[in-house]
């Protein structure tokens, strides 16, 4: 039989006679494929390129046409080779759906990658949790709620009618996928009856109308840490929407909201605190106290202090959930001006004035007063002062 330069003989690669039957072929392969398989030869290049070498001469012995055409014209029949397969997963694409089971079903406790029907993880949730700053500091447990679908009960997650069971597809002989190839290529796609399922329900149960699973609200406590801010989001494993042929369930996301709060900003694990004071206290010195996450505490302002001067308390501000450690609270003072004197206060602040040389307003005239100064000419309002 004719052969190419570098390519070895596909029966010698299998090991097999020209007469073997197709069940010896596929038998061949199989040993071939579980002596150089990558899970069972970590890290051994000559097994990945034996285990290549192996599905390349499956690929056309274990077609009808390909090795009717090889047998006659060699490589040269099938285009120069069979399939070329530039990593494993090509393989296990190519094999694993179209021989399920059977061929790579039971490698490794049916484990392997090569599995028959490929499995899905199913559809992540959101639900939200929303916090008031001071249980975003300590950490709390929420409470939270969200739809999911689960299992039918009445027919066990199949969707068919109480006493009948599904029925294997027959357009894709139960493996979900259909092959198609074209000259050297093979094209694998989700089988259009079954939707990938392997299976077709005839008579649909009544409960979940055949879909195998009904909506149910779930409820969940979470554990939020301490620190979490508006960005965070909470991973709840498994809880999202069951696979739809046999794989993981998908998760919940919990997105965190944490309403403004009356008194702090946050700022990371900052927070920031606007405090007003007085002129005397700017400039003479003064304690206040201020507001923190642990009560009420004092500051002291020196004198001469400006309006929008920041003080820092350190450790008084939001933990981090990555990390130990707390922030600081950021306190920034600003000037409050009465808008009311009393006629003391109003005195003592003219004197003020005078001796810093300060031009400020006259002594607020009443209305009746700026009336009749509107209406007396200037010549005249000069006269009666004098």
Do not use: W
């Amino acid at each position: 039989m004719p052969t190419m330069q570098g390519k070895r003989d596909y029966y010698e690669v299998l090991g097999v006679a020209k007469d073997a039957s197709e069940k010896d072929v596929k038998d061949a392969y199989r040993k071939l494929a579980i002596k150089y398989h990558p899970d069972k030869n970590p890290g051994d290049e000559e097994a990945v390129a034996r285990f290549k070498e192996g599905a390349e001469a499956f690929e056309v012995l274990g077609d009808a046409e390909k090795r009717a055409r090889y047998d006659r014209f060699g490589h040269a029949g099938v285009g120069g080779g069979g399939q070329q397969f530039r990593d494993v997963n090509d393989v296990f694409q190519a094999f694993g759906d179209l021989f399920g089971d059977g061929l790579f079903g039971d490698l490794f406790g049916g484990g392997g990658r090569g599995r028959g029907r490929r499995v899905s993880k199913g559809a992540d949730l959101r639900c939200d949790a929303k916090l008031t700053l001071l249980e975003a500091a300590r950490g709390v447990t929420k409470t939270v709620h969200f739809q999911r679908h689960e299992r039918c009960v009445e027919c066990e997650g199949s969707g068919a009618k109480k006493g009948t069971k599904p029925e294997s597809c027959k357009y894709c002989g139960g493996h979900g996928q259909v092959v198609q190839s074209s000259g050297i290529f093979r094209v694998q796609t989700t089988c259009p009856a079954c939707q990938g399922q392997g299976s077709v329900v005839k008579e649909h149960c009544s409960a979940c109308k055949g879909r195998g699973h009904i909506p149910k609200r779930v409820q969940r406590d979470v554990e939020i840490p301490a620190g979490v801010d508006g960005q965070t989001k909470l991973r709840l494993s498994g809880e999202g929407e069951p696979s739809p042929n046999g794989g993981p369930s998908g998760d919940v996301y919990c997105f965190i909201h944490v309403e403004e709060h009356e008194l702090f900003v946050r700022d990371g694990q900052n927070l920031i605190c606007q405090v007003p004071i007085s002129y005397t206290q700017a400039a003479l010195g003064a304690k206040i106290d201020v507001p923190t996450l642990d009560g009420r505490e004092t500051l002291d302002i020196p004198p001469g202090t400006q309006p929008g001067d920041v003080f820092t308390m350190r450790n008084r501000g939001m933990p981090d959930p990555r990390r130990r450690g707390l922030g600081d609270l950021l306190v920034q003072v600003h000037l409050e001006v009465p808008k009311r004197l009393d006629a003391r206060e109003e005195q003592l602040l003219r004197e003020l004035a005078e001796l810093e040389h300060a031009n400020v307003s006259p002594h607020r005239k009443s209305f009746f007063v700026k009336l009749r100064d509107y209406f007396i000419p200037d010549d005249e309002t000069a006269k009666q002062k004098e």
